[in-house]
């Protein structure tokens, strides 16, 4: 029989680290969450996001220690106040520039720090740090133990469940494993693995296979950890199946490409009536944080840009894409580009969810 080290309990088989579980709220603040997206999810989307989820937790882009330490902080991590619960998911390896960074965010209002152990890009391996990290989980443990120590909010990890095309349960169980040992408690598990040789990052969001039993098995070995589920949810009956086991989910593509999709789960996993209904009561709130972004500084088209697919699988939604993403008009209507586009939008019933999906995103 394989002895099992004392450091390491979660590795006897059966075990189960924390036995006894502390009463918890009836959600978890990680109920619901936005994934962050290079390139997306930048303060805008995440404004246009707070619009159509009151409640949907938000995540910045990843920023790199070296960027946040040595470029401009403020371009990294201002925010509007609207976005709050926020977190900012750093990028790095080094946990004293993590502990720096972690200190500047929260000292910037953010409510979580984030670890990115799942980006598969080849330009976040070559600075060592990303899926690469679910190699070196005692060196992950060392950044969160360092970050926890800077901060006093809570410090999370986002990971894949494996790295190229190994299905050993064993590495994401010790990587998630020490890190728990080192004071995380919520985990941001993508349900895929990190073929980091032979595939693009495009390519590893889509084309490693989803096992989402993996996230269920850690739940099961980590009762006390908060596991939110990443990766293939585009229906709502696939989240609410997942809330039955998990302690949230996060969505990515899906929440940029069709927004309003945020809406309807509000609705369907936090409850109560909604004070708007159809994307075309966003049209004005929308135009309203527009008019303050300009207002900032923000060009039109920095904002506008995340609206596109508002009304997705709705009549009308064709032309209010190809309107607002035409320079032309956007520079001829200015801040009220949203409320002219919509007037090409013929009010009606929601579509059936299976046609407003058929595109399968995630």
Not at 163 to 174: G, H
Not at 328 to 348: Q, W, Y
Request: hydrophobic share 40%; proline share 7%.
């Amino acid at each position: 029989m394989v002895s099992v080290a004392v450091d390491e309990p979660w590795r006897e088989e059966g075990n189960r680290v924390n036995k006894t579980v502390a009463s918890r709220p009836p959600h978890s603040p990680w109920r619901l969450c936005v994934a962050p997206m290079l390139d997306w999810t930048d303060r805008h989307c995440r404004s246009f996001h707070r619009l159509l989820s009151p409640h949907a937790r938000l995540y910045s882009e990843m920023v790199s220690a070296g960027a946040l330490l040595h470029g401009d902080r403020a371009r990294h991590l201002d925010f509007d106040v609207v976005e709050h619960p926020l977190a900012l998911q750093l990028g790095g390896s080094d946990p004293a520039e993590l502990a720096q960074c972690a200190q500047l965010g929260q000292a910037w209002g953010y409510d979580e720090i984030n670890l990115n152990c799942g980006c598969p890009s080849p330009r976040v391996q070559r600075g060592s740090f990303g899926a690469c990290l679910m190699t070196e989980p005692r060196l992950v443990a060392d950044c969160v133990r360092a970050i926890r120590e800077a901060v006093s909010i809570p410090v999370t990890l986002k990971h894949r469940i494996g790295i190229e095309r190994s299905e050993d349960y064993a590495l994401v169980r010790d990587f998630v494993g020490h890190t728990f040992d080192a004071g995380c408690r919520v985990f941001l598990v993508h349900a895929r693995n990190a073929w980091l040789s032979a595939l693009s990052p495009k390519e590893n969001r889509e084309v490693p296979p989803l096992r989402y039993e993996v996230a269920r098995q850690l739940k099961r070995d980590f009762p006390d950890a908060t596991v939110v589920l990443n990766g293939g949810l585009t229906e709502a009956v696939q989240i609410t199946d997942a809330l039955t086991q998990l302690d949230g989910v996060m969505l990515g593509r899906i929440a940029y490409q069709q927004p309003y999709f945020l809406a309807e789960l509000e609705k369907e996993l936090f409850g109560g009536a909604p004070t708007l209904v159809g994307p075309m009561a966003w049209v004005e709130p929308a135009s309203r944080y527009l008019e303050r972004a300009v207002a900032r500084g923000a060009t039109p088209w920095s904002v506008i840009r995340h609206t596109l697919g508002l009304f997705h699988g709705w009549s009308g939604a064709r032309a209010w894409r190809r309107n607002l993403s035409d320079p032309r008009f956007v520079a001829e209507h200015g801040t009220d580009a949203l409320r002219i586009a919509a007037a090409n939008i013929r009010p009606r019933t929601a579509p059936a969810p299976e046609a407003m999906r058929a595109e399968g995103v995630a």
